[in-house]
């Protein structure tokens, strides 16, 4: 059974940084793409940053990008979101999710498992 735990969630200022991290099991980790994904209140999940299985190449949204690095550590089984100089419209519910294939993707379709989300909430 697989299981993605996401941590690192918080309370953080506008123009703040944030670490979040997935924890995943169940699945050979290093075989699979890894995205992150986001929902806020009324609004549909979009994509935030995939990485593909080795975590040589990544991907992110053009709201994000330049300011958020996806990463991973096959040895722990762990994908990390690091996050920076937060914009109001960045809070919201994260998600990691582990995909269908190796290479990255930014189409929720493509991705079999997800974890129960961790919050982020921005304060002024």
């Known amino acids: 059974q697989v299981q993605l735990v996401e941590s690192g969630g918080g309370l953080v200022q506008t123009g703040g940084s944030l670490r979040l991290s997935c924890a995943a099991s169940?699945?050979?980790?290093?075989?699979?793409?890894m995205g992150w994904f986001r929902q806020a209140p009324g609004k549909e999940r979009e994509f935030v940053a995939t990485i593909d299985y080795t975590g040589g190449n990544t991907y992110y949204a053009e709201s994000v990008k330049g300011r958020v690095t996806i990463s991973r550590d096959n040895a722990k089984n762990t994908v990390y979101l690091q996050m920076n100089s937060l914009k109001p419209e960045d809070p919201g519910v994260y998600y990691c999710a582990t995909a269908r294939y190796a290479l990255g993707s930014r189409d929720t379709n493509d991705y079999d498992y997800w974890g129960q989300g961790t919050q982020v909430t921005a304060s002024s």
């Open positions: 169940g699945r050979t980790f290093g075989r699979y793409a």
